[in-house]
């Protein structure tokens, strides 16, 4: 993660900023089913970030059309979209993020850095088309439905270990606000503990990402809790361009279902004005992950 040039930008980020970001992805896939299911979702964040400290809040608006649940595209399985980011998050935190110019993928160092932040705060789980029955009203849904999906806060502090070190436990807790009528939520609380640990080496900074989500279950339902990994490298390009590449892997939230497994590159710059802008794109590597994903993120720190 990159140290700030602007001797006022290292004293505003010592007192506290806020950052206001958006964006768009976009993925489609099979994921097991016969037809493709596609997503788009605009996310919309509010951080507030102190020092190795980051607060985020944030929700989407998803526009899902297929047969497959959310929960098995990236945006739902969080795949770094939004902390991280892109994120990752993503959090990789390349992916959709709201970049301010980290030379990581990763979310954020308390070093003075600038982040790189992914839209990851696309968890917005789904009750999957096999837990649907008649009995939950649900039978016959069209294909096509959207909204906004489920609130999701995060809380993230990063420690310094060592010389360019730093481990970066978060916290992130979904609130259920989604509608499950639509097929867009669970209608339940949902919990992730992570961490990244993230090493700065010159220009270039490494990262490898563990995760555990411990899911809300309606009754009835088949969901489970779920194991996810990750790592990246990014590299300083010219001033104010980074890029970076990142994967993901992470278990399915249905029993017997193969694990997803996703590779992408982002790229991110500072536009003037305090905005910074991030491209995003990717692919998966099995069948039960995204065939093609892709975004922007813009963010505006105050």
């Given amino acids: 993660m990159a140290q700030e040039d602007d001797g006022a930008a290292e004293k505003k980020s010592s007192d506290g900023s806020i950052r206001l970001s958006t964006g768009i992805s976009y993925s489609s896939g099979e994921y097991g089913e016969l037809e493709d299911t596609d997503v788009i979702a605009i996310p919309v964040s509010l951080t507030y970030k102190k020092d190795g400290f980051k607060l985020r809040v ?29 994120q990752g998050r993503g959090r990789g935190r390349g992916r959709g993020g709201d970049s301010d110019n980290s030379g990581s993928g990763s979310s954020n160092s308390g070093s003075g850095s600038n982040d790189v932040e992914v839209e990851d705060e696309l968890d917005d789980d789904i009750v999957d088309d096999d837990d649907i ?38 916290v992130k807790l979904k609130l259920p606000t989604a509608s499950r009528a639509k097929r867009l939520g669970t209608g339940e609380i949902d919990v992730t503990v992570s961490a990244d640990l993230v090493q700065e080496v010159g220009d270039a900074t490494f990262y490898v990402h563990g995760r555990r989500k411990f899911a809300g279950k309606p009754e009835g339902s088949t969901l489970r809790s779920t194991w996810g990994a990750g790592a990246g490298a990014s590299v300083k390009a010219t001033d104010g361009v980074y890029i970076g590449v990142d994967y993901f892997w992470q278990q399915s939230a249905f029993q017997g279902r193969p694990a997803a497994s996703e590779v992408s590159a982002w790229a991110s710059t500072r536009v003037g004005g305090g905005f910074s802008l991030t491209l995003y794109g990717g692919t998966g590597l099995n069948d039960n992950s995204a065939d093609v994903f892709g975004g922007l993120a813009i963010g505006k720190r105050f």
Wanted: glycine fraction near 18%.
């Fill in 133 to 170: 029955t008649d009995a939950d009203g649900f039978a016959g849904l069209d294909n096509q439905r959207s909204g906004f999906g489920d609130v999701n806060v995060s809380a993230l502090y990063s420690f310094k270990l060592g010389s360019g070190t730093y481990l970066e436990p978060q």
């Fill in 58 to 86: 944030s929700v989407p608006w998803v526009k899902i059309d297929g047969p497959g649940s959310l929960l098995a595209t990236p945006e739902g399985r969080d795949a770094f979209f939004g902390d991280s980011g892109g």
